[in-house]
C-alpha cells in the first residue's frame, strides 16, 4: 500500500458533535509515515473519538480525515487500510487464536491462497511471541497473551496505520512496560505508523515519537516528548504532562524578574512573551534542588514536611512559609540515609532561571 | 417457615406426582393404585382423535414458533440500530405482551380476527366471480398468529438480552478486519446470538404446545393438545387423561431444559 504521499493521516479542520456536545473542535493535524504518534489526555478531551474517525466508526461532522493522502468521509471501516487494537481486545470468543488472526486475511478480495494465509498467520504470532498458542481457545489466555492476539490479529494485515485504544490499560504495571518495549520494537520492525490513544503520560512519552496532548476537543500542544515535558505550551499541557509545582506571581516590567506572593524575587530565563503583571510559575519537581545549607540564587527557605522514598529517588513535600507546599524530587544518588533530608529539616530550595516556566493565568485550565 | 415452604412446595408438585402415578395405575378408578401397568399409555397413542389433536399441536407449535422466532430475532437485532428512546418504547410493549392475561389476548385475538375476517369477506364476496366464493374463517391460521404474535415477544425478549450482552465491540472489530455486514453477522454475531435463538424457538414451542386459553378462544373447529385434554375432561378424568398428562409433562421439561442449557451464562468462559 505504499504510496507517495509523505502523511499517512490527516485531520483537515475535524469537527465531531454528537447533538449539542462537541467531542472534537476543528483540528488540524499530519502523522508522517511510519511515525508513532500518541494522543494524549484525559478522559473525554476528544481523544478516541479522533481514533474512532481514523478507523471508520466515527464520521466527522465537518472536516476531513485523509489516509494516505485520499478523503475517507463517508469510507466505512471495513474499506480502511486500517487496523485497531481494541481497549478491551474484541477477540472473536467463538474462534481459536489462529482463527482471530486470520479473520483479516480472510475477507481480502482477491482471496488469499490458504497456505498464504497460514504462513502469515504462523508469522505474525511468532512476531508477537506467541509461536504454538495457534489452537488455544482465547479465553483460555491471560489478559497479556490475549493483548497479543489482538496485536497480531492487527498487524497480520500489513495495515498503512495501525491503531491503538489504550491498549496496556488492562495489563498489570510490569506486563505494561514489557509491552511499551515490545510495541516500541515491533513499530520499528514494521515501519507502520501507530496511533496510539492513552491517558497515561508515562506511557505516551515512552513510547511515541509525538506527543498530541489534547483536552476539551482542541489540540493543546504537538511536539515531541521532549519538547511538550520541557517547554509545555500551557498550563494545562505543564500540568497534565508530568507533575509540576504552580506559583502565583507578578512579572516585573523588563519580563526578567518574578515577584512572588511573599515578595520573594526570582530570576526567570527571559524567554517568553507575557507583559508585566500576574503570572503562573511552574516548576517540574526535579528541577529543583533541594539542599540543607543556605544557597545561591533563586532560593527559598522552607521545612520538610513529608519524606517519599521511592528506591530509585526521593520524593519531599517541602513547606515554604507564605508560598506553601512544594514538591521535590531528588536522586538517591550514592548517599546514605544520613545524607537525606528528614522531616523537620530546614531546607532551601533553588532551582535555574531556565526551570522556571511563566503561563498567563488567562488560559490557567 | 421451613414448615410452609414444604407445604407450599407439597401443594404444587403433590397433584402432578399424582398424575403420573395414576398413568401407570392398572386400574381404571382413580382412587386406588391396583398395580403397574403402561396400557393407558398404550390406549392413548392409539386413540385417532388424540392423534389428531397432537399432530394439530404440533403443526401449530412449530409454525407459530418458526415464525416468532424469525420475526422476534429481526426484531431482537434491528432494536439494536435505532434510538434508546424508540427502544424504550419497544421494550415497554413487549414486555406488556408477555403480562397480558392469555384470556385477555384470546379474547382481544378473537374479535379481532372475527372483525377482520367479516370485512374481508364481504370483500371477497363482492369480487368473486365465482359461485362460493372462500371464506377466511378460524382455524390453524389464527391460532398460529395468535402464538406466534404472543410468543415473538418471548424470543426477542431472550436475543435482546444475548446482544446486549455481547456489546459492540467485536461487531466494531470484524468490521475493522474488512468484513462488510453481512459477512459480520453470519461470521461473528450469529453464532454469537444462536443459542439464545434455538432456546427462544424451544420457549415459544413449549408455549404454544402447552396454550389451552388462547387456543381454545381462536381456534374455530381445530383441536389441539390440551383443548382434546380439556373435552375429555368433562367426560371425567381417566388414566388415559393422566398418561397423556404425563407425557406432556416429560416433553415439555425437556424443552425448557434444553432452553435453560442454551441460555446458561458463558460469561465465564468466554
Same mark, same amino acid.
Given at each position: ?5 509523505? +502523511? ?27 511515525s508513532?504518534?500518541?494522543?494524549l !489526555?484525559?478522559?473525554?478531551c476528544?481523544?478516541t473519538t479522533?481514533?474512532?474517525?481514523i !478507523? ?30 481494541f481497549?478491551?481486545?474484541? &477477540? ?10 486470520a479473520?483479516?486475511l ?12 497460514? *504462513?502469515?498467520v504462523?508469522e505474525a ?25 489482538a ?5 497480520? +494485515?500489513r ?13 498489570d504495571?510490569k ?8 510495541l516500541?520494537t515491533?513499530?520499528?520492525e ?6 496510539l ?10 513510547m ?43 512579572l516585573e ?30 516548576l517540574?519537581?526535579e ?8 544557597? !545561591?540564587p +533563586? ?6 514536611t513529608h *519524606?517519599?522514598f &521511592?528506591?530509585s529517588?526521593?520524593e519531599?513535600?517541602?513547606?515554604v512559609?507564605?508560598? !506553601?507546599?512544594?514538591l ?12 537525606l ?7 532551601t ?17 | ?6 407445604f407450599? %412446595? ?13 398413568s401407570?395405575?392398572a ?11 403402561t396400557?393407558? %399409555? ?40 435505532? /434510538? ?7 421494550? =415497554?410493549?413487549?414486555? $406488556? ?8 389476548i384470546?379474547?382481544?385475538t ?9 370485512? @374481508?369477506?364481504?370483500?371477497? =364476496? ?12 378460524l382455524?390453524?391460521? /389464527?391460532?398460529? =398468529? ?14 435482546? #438480552? ?10 466494531? @472489530?470484524?468490521?475493522?478486519? %474488512?468484513?462488510t ?17 434455538? $432456546? ?7 408455549? /404454544? ?18 383443548? %382434546?385434554?380439556? @373435552?375429555s ?9 393422566? $398418561?397423556?398428562?404425563a ?6 421439561l425437556?424443552?425448557?431444559? /434444553? #432452553? ?5 451464562d ?5
Amino acid at each position: 500500500m505504499a504510496s507517495a504521499h509523505p +502523511n499517512d493521516i490527516e485531520f483537515r479542520s475535524v469537527t465531531k458533535a454528537y447533538g449539542a456536545v462537541t467531542a472534537v473542535r476543528n483540528i488540524n493535524l499530519a502523522v508522517p509515515k511510519g511515525s508513532f504518534l500518541a494522543l494524549l !489526555g484525559p478522559s473525554g478531551c476528544g481523544k478516541t473519538t479522533c481514533l474512532r474517525m481514523i !478507523g471508520g466508526f466515527e464520521q466527522p461532522s465537518e472536516g476531513s480525515v485523509l489516509i494516505d493522502g485520499r478523503e475517507m468521509n463517508g469510507v466505512p471501516a471495513y474499506r480502511r487500510p486500517v487496523n485497531m487494537v481494541f481497549q478491551h481486545y474484541a &477477540l472473536f470468543p467463538h474462534f481459536n487464536v489462529e482463527q482471530n488472526v486470520a479473520y483479516g486475511l480472510k475477507q481480502m478480495r482477491p482471496r488469499i491462497d490458504a497456505r498464504e494465509i497460514d *504462513r502469515r498467520v504462523q508469522e505474525a504470532l511468532s512476531m508477537v511471541r506467541l509461536d504454538g498458542f495457534g489452537k488455544r481457545r482465547t479465553h483460555e489466555m491471560s489478559g497479556g497473551q490475549q493483548q497479543r492476539v489482538a496485536l497480531a490479529r492487527a498487524i497480520v +494485515n500489513r495495515p498503512s496505520v495501525l491503531l491503538l485504544d489504550e491498549p496496556l490499560a488492562a495489563l498489570d504495571k510490569k506486563l505494561r512496560s514489557a509491552m511499551q518495549i515490545e510495541l516500541q520494537t515491533l513499530q520499528r520492525e514494521l515501519g507502520i505508523t501507530f496511533v496510539l490513544v492513552t491517558h497515561d503520560q508515562e506511557e505516551a512519552l515512552s513510547m511515541a515519537d509525538q506527543v498530541c496532548v489534547m483536552s476539551a476537543g482542541r489540540i493543546r500542544q504537538l511536539g515531541s516528548p521532549q519538547e511538550v515535558y520541557d517547554r509545555p505550551a500551557d498550563l494545562f499541557v505543564a500540568d497534565f504532562v508530568g507533575k509540576i509545582n504552580r506559583l502565583n506571581g507578578r512579572l516585573e516590567p523588563g519580563g526578567q524578574m518574578l515577584r512572588l506572593a511573599d515578595g520573594t524575587a526570582l530570576a526567570t530565563s527571559g524567554e517568553h512573551s507575557l507583559p508585566a503583571g500576574p503570572v503562573i510559575a511552574a516548576l517540574r519537581p526535579e528541577a529543583i534542588r533541594l539542599s540543607r545549607q543556605e544557597t !545561591g540564587p +533563586n532560593g527559598l527557605r522552607g521545612t520538610v514536611t513529608h *519524606r517519599i522514598f &521511592l528506591g530509585s529517588g526521593v520524593e519531599y513535600a517541602v513547606t515554604v512559609a507564605g508560598l !506553601g507546599d512544594f514538591l521535590v524530587t531528588a536522586d538517591r544518588g550514592q548517599g546514605s540515609e544520613a545524607d537525606l533530608a528528614a522531616p523537620g529539616d530546614a531546607v532551601t530550595l533553588s532551582f535555574d532561571p531556565a526551570a522556571v516556566h511563566l503561563f498567563s493565568p488567562s488560559e490557567a485550565a | 417457615m421451613r414448615a410452609l415452604v414444604t407445604f407450599v %412446595y407439597l401443594f404444587l408438585y403433590t397433584p402432578i406426582v399424582l398424575i403420573v402415578l395414576f398413568s401407570f395405575n392398572a386400574g381404571r378408578n382413580a382412587s386406588e393404585f391396583v398395580g403397574f401397568s403402561t396400557e393407558w %399409555y398404550g390406549k392413548a397413542l392409539s386413540n385417532a382423535f388424540l392423534m389428531e389433536a397432537l399432530q394439530n399441536s404440533l403443526i401449530v407449535g412449530f409454525t407459530s414458533a418458526g415464525l416468532a422466532t424469525l420475526f422476534g430475532t429481526m426484531a431482537a437485532l434491528g432494536l439494536e440500530r435505532v /434510538s434508546a428512546k424508540t427502544r424504550a418504547v419497544f421494550d =415497554a410493549l413487549f414486555a $406488556a405482551a408477555i403480562v397480558v392475561p392469555g384470556v385477555v389476548i384470546g379474547i382481544a385475538t378473537l374479535v379481532a380476527l372475527v372483525e377482520v375476517f367479516g370485512l @374481508a369477506n364481504s370483500l371477497i =364476496a363482492s369480487v368473486w366471480p365465482g359461485e362460493a366464493p372462500p371464506r377466511m374463517q378460524l382455524g390453524f391460521g /389464527s391460532i398460529i =398468529a395468535a402464538h406466534g404474535l404472543f410468543t415473538m415477544a418471548l424470543v426477542t425478549m431472550i436475543v435482546k #438480552a444475548r446482544i446486549a450482552s455481547l456489546g459492540r465491540d467485536i461487531v466494531e @472489530a470484524s468490521s475493522d478486519l %474488512y468484513a462488510t455486514p453481512m459477512t459480520t453477522f453470519w461470521q461473528i454475531v450469529f453464532p454469537q446470538i444462536l443459542p439464545s435463538v434455538l $432456546a427462544g424457538f424451544l420457549l415459544a414451542f413449549t408455549f /404454544s404446545f402447552d396454550d389451552f386459553i388462547i387456543a381454545f378462544f381462536v381456534a374455530g373447529s381445530k383441536t389441539t393438545l390440551p383443548i %382434546y385434554v380439556f @373435552a375429555s375432561i368433562r367426560r371425567g378424568v381417566t388414566p388415559e387423561i393422566n $398418561a397423556i398428562a404425563a407425557m406432556v409433562l416429560v416433553a415439555s421439561l425437556i424443552l425448557i431444559l /434444553s #432452553a435453560r442449557f442454551l441460555m446458561r451464562d458463558r460469561t465465564a468462559n468466554s
